[in-house]
């Protein structure tokens, strides 16, 4: 009976211990939600970058839930109370959609944001200093508007009005165009907007953008960067220039001014290591930018189109 008694005890404190381990395990591993509000270019580069970040300082430490929402706020919506569900420790937000369904599902696990234009207007926030004052925090994929107006003017001299073509359910991109707008009014060339509500609407969009502007300007749209083929179908054809506002958009343009989309996202994950690690608060975490925009252009659609690009741009790998 003592021995039986021995082996019981022996069970047990064998029990015990792997359960302590396991949770001691757990505990040490850091569990990030990323909601990807869908797949393009850019977007999949910043959650390279992000993922690389916190992999080189955490290494097996850190475990990833990659979910991509396949452009539906419905979808992002589900993915962000997911992760609330799963008590993640931090979730990563990859465009504006994403970041508003993880701002609504979530007013206490930290969120870092990446690609969002402004982090205002994506907000709705009221006297904007920098910082959301809430769980939230990240980066902005904001380029230089003046520069790249600055850039349509070079690169198309002779034209005399501009179409802004995005997607009307992207609010970061309706800000971007009523910027772009201000520095083309100082220009003294006429604007117009075209908007498409989903990639349904772009060819038909596209088409009476073409017939009544010179040259069309791209912002930091997601919906437009999923759909280039389908606007480079139309806009090369009509012998009409797309200036782009990321590289990946440039799939169809002839240039942009573009920040690296997988630097963005690395900076990210920095600013996520120091919430995890070293329990920054997020709340007062400046909004970070691309340290740099680079001249690239389309070499391609260029040489069909005729324009002569100068030295100071860097041709785009595999356009």
Known sequence: ???????????????????????????????????????????????????????????DKVEFDLQNAQGEATNCASIANGFVADDVDLIMANATSALQSCSAATAEIPIVATSITDYATALNAENWTGTTGKNITGTSDLA???????????????AESVGILYCSAEPNSAFQAAEVGKYLDEKGIAWKEYTAADSNEIQSVVTNAVAECDCIYIPTDNTMAANTEIVKNVTVPAGVPVIAGEQGICAGGIATLSISYYDLGYKTGEMAYEILVNGANPAEMEI????????????????????????????????
Do not use: W
């Open 1 to 59: 009976m003592k021995k039986m008694k021995k082996v019981l005890s022996a069970i047990v404190v064998a029990s015990m211990a792997m359960s302590f381990t396991a949770c001691g395990g757990d505990s040490d591993v850091y569990r990030v939600g990323i909601c990807q509000q869908l797949e393009h270019e850019a977007l999949d580069a910043a959650t390279k970058g992000f993922q690389d970040a916190l992999t080189e300082k955490l290494g």
């Open 288 to 319: 970070e930018y691309a340290p740099k925009a680079e001249k690239m252009y389309n070499a391609t659609i260029a040489g069909e189109l005729g324009i002569n690009i100068p030295d100071d741009y860097t041709a785009i790998e595999g356009y």
């Open 144 to 158: 230089p508007l003046d520069q790249q107006v600055e850039m349509l003017v070079e690169l198309v001299p002779d």
